[in-house]
């Protein structure tokens, strides 16, 4: 176990630069995980991080050591793989074994270890099996297994569930999160989903073109986004983002939002801290989440946050135990997450109370939180 | 194969359409094409002399006998010395034997650093190592027969091994680093991570699946160096000629009567082995040239 601390890594293919200087640190024992779309430079953080490729600037260090120039098998990591990358001609018991055998362990030390790691993962009866004849979850096991005979400081994970078909990704997902919380190795883990993020993670990196646009917990990074990208790439369906302009009526600051229909509400953005003085008459981008617009909250009688608005219904998309509708804003397509039963067929005006109270307004200019 | 997998399907029920006869005609006729030599080769090498003059060329032969082979292998004139093809038979094993093993394993070996160790200026390395397939065996001919002067190789078994080597590298380093290309990276960063280095994921990973492309290697390699002509009649002596040299010679021995016999069992003694190596392996060098990725 140990910690990891990276500062001012820079990465550059030829002349395209991937990573423009990141800078994270991760306590021992804590589950961090890298998320952006493709090509943000997570997989190469990740790389630079195993020893895999070389970084053109900055620092790594695991504990207290700084590891530029060690090479992958010396920095005491184990890295679980998107194929899986099992050595197809051996079987699953030599598959563990391999990691420990190049470093001289015992054979009766292996031995001991295969048994723990197979009885810990559910293993044992697939021990004398080729990879080939395993299936994904399995050879996801026998991967993890792998990485965990080793008993590393530190674990890497490269979108270890994008092969694996979606019911066994949700399983798979609790598979590692109790794993986690039974061994408490440091994990680092790279992935696309924004949901594995926010379920996996002590903290989440959010990546975009080569930097790390917010380092937080999930909670923050879903609740407080530093910026427009952090806001729509984390949640899905994404955070609305309506465009409007910033004015007072009453005493109260908000924005004026004009339905479909031709009708304009008026919404009072109140945040304790927030200070919107400057913004008064300029464009701002009101960010709101589809589950903040609803057909009814629990606790909205009396709430001075929850306002009423009517808009004409153009698409609905019944999700289950919800249905999403389609409504127009400032004529912006904006998602609102309803109860089934309380959802209007399209073309007829629907009344949906809004959520003030974890709207959120961003510059449209810099893209940042304004307050953030 | 499930069952009646074998079932021939004739397009219109049971029974031969006329399309389907067609076609049998067709492909009977080519094989014959290429088979009736072989043929004539194989009775001729059975007949006494009396009975190929006084017979045809394709018929029966009146009385079965080995003579000729005998002849052939043991006591036929090859230019002055009548020592048949035996010796000379052993001299292409000796040559390529040796020459195959090591152009395969260097040619595995320089596959497995052009797909996965590259370095900078691996694959230019790698473009004019293939240039090496495209020279015709010709041009290389005075500046090798220098150079084998100066490693003092020249009219040596030793000679022959070192040019078929070196003739057959960018063949095999072709077909071993096309091969390995199919092996995901991330399996070869898994064996880093696990602590293996060069070596030793090369023997313990790669060479492990690389049985289909080592049979490809082998028949292609066996097949080109002992059946060349060229290098063995020119880098060879008296005493490390290969079969193929000494069924020129004995075909084109002037003296005495010409035995027809006595040159078609040579040459079938001078063919057998390549034949031999394919019909032996030809299913994996199918199997192996049409390979495709490696399923982790």
Not at chain 1, 6 to 29: N, P
Not at chain 1, 41 to 60: C, D, P, V, Y
Not at chain 1, 193 to 201: G, M, R
Not at chain 2, 57 to 84: D, M, Y
């Amino acid at each position: 176990m140990a910690s990891l601390t990276i500062s001012g890594i820079r990465k550059s293919f030829g002349s395209e630069e991937v990573l423009k200087g990141v800078s994270l640190s991760v306590a021992s024992g804590e589950f961090l995980v890298l998320v952006g779309p493709s090509g943000c430079g997570k997989s190469t953080l990740l790389n630079l991080i195993a020893g895999l490729e070389t970084i053109s600037a900055g620092e790594i260090r695991i504990g207290d050591r700084v590891v530029n120039n060690v090479r992958p098998k010396d920095r005491d990591i184990a890295m679980v793989f998107q194929s899986y990358a099992l050595y197809p001609n051996m079987n699953v018991r030599q598959n563990l074994a391999f990691g420990l055998e190049t470093r001289g362990v015992p054979k009766a030390r292996i031995k001991e270890t295969i048994e723990r790691v197979a009885n810990m993962l559910q293993i044992e009866e697939l021990l004398d099996r080729r990879p080939r004849q395993l299936s994904g979850g399995q050879r996801q096991r026998v991967a993890m297994g792998r990485a965990l005979a080793r008993d590393p400081a530190i674990f890497l994970f490269d979108e270890p569930l994008s092969n694996l078909d979606a019911k066994l990704r949700v399983e798979m997902r609790t598979e590692i999160k109790l794993l986690h919380q039974r061994i408490k190795t440091t994990i680092v883990y790279v992935t696309h989903d924004q949901i594995e993020a926010l379920t996996l993670a002590d903290r989440i990196a959010v990546m975009n073109d080569g930097i790390i646009h917010q380092f937080d917990t999930p909670q923050q990074v879903y609740d407080n986004p530093a910026n427009l990208f952090v806001a729509g790439f984390i949640g899905s369906p994404s955070m609305n983002f309506i465009p409007c302009r910033l004015v007072e009526q009453n005493g109260r600051k908000g924005a004026v939002l004009k339905a479909g229909s031709g009708k304009s509400f008026f919404l009072p953005v109140e945040r304790p801290g927030l200070s919107l003085q400057q913004w008064l008459g300029r464009e701002v981008i009101l960010g709101i989440r589809p589950e903040q617009i609803a057909g009814g909250f629990h606790e909205q009688e009396g709430n001075p946050q929850i306002h009423e608005i009517e808009c004409p219904v153009e698409v609905i998309e019944p999700t289950g135990p919800d249905t999403l509708v389609f409504v127009n804003i400032n004529g912006r397509e904006v998602t609102c997450r309803v109860n089934p039963k309380a959802a209007k067929a399209p073309g007829q005006a629907m009344k949906l109370m809004v959520d003030m109270s974890k709207a959120l307004l961003f510059d449209p200019q810099s893209e940042q939180r304004i307050g953030a | 194969m499930p069952d009646g997998g074998l079932e021939l399907k004739t397009g219109r029920g049971p029974g031969l359409s006329f399309g389907r006869i067609l076609l049998y005609v067709a492909l009977i006729a080519a094989a014959a094409f290429f088979l009736i030599p072989f043929f004539v080769m194989v009775i001729t090498s059975v007949k006494s002399m009396e009975d190929i003059r006084t017979g045809h060329l394709i018929s029966w032969p009146r009385q079965f006998t080995l003579e000729a082979w005998i002849k052939a292998w043991g006591s036929a004139c090859i230019g002055v010395n009548c020592v048949g093809m035996k010796g000379y038979f052993w001299n292409s094993v000796r040559m390529v034997v040796p020459s195959v093993i090591l152009s395969t394993l260097i040619g595995a070996m320089n596959g497995y650093v052009f797909s996965k160790w590259r370095f900078p200026g691996s694959e230019t390395f790698f473009s004019f190592l293939l240039l090496g397939c495209f020279i015709p065996f010709q041009v290389i001919l005075l500046p090798m027969s220098l150079t084998l002067g100066w490693f003092k190789m020249a009219q040596s078994i030793q000679g022959l091994i070192l040019v078929h080597t070196i003739y057959g590298l960018p063949f095999t380093t072709l077909f071993f680093r096309n091969f390995y290309v199919t092996i995901p990276d991330e399996i070869i960063r898994a064996a880093k991570i696990d602590g293996a280095g060069f070596f030793r994921i090369l023997w313990r990973v790669v060479l492990p699946v690389s049985a289909p492309i080592f049979v490809v290697s082998i028949i292609w390699q066996t097949t080109q160096i002992w059946n060349d002509f060229l290098f063995g009649v020119a880098f060879s002596g008296s005493g490390s000629q290969p079969v193929t040299v000494a069924l020129n010679n004995l075909v084109n021995t002037s003296t005495g009567v010409k035995e027809y016999n006595v040159d078609m069992a040579a040459a079938i003694i001078a063919g057998l082995p390549t034949l031999f190596v394919y019909i032996i392996s030809g299913k994996y060098f199918l199997r192996g040239l049409t390979a495709g990725a490696v399923k982790g």
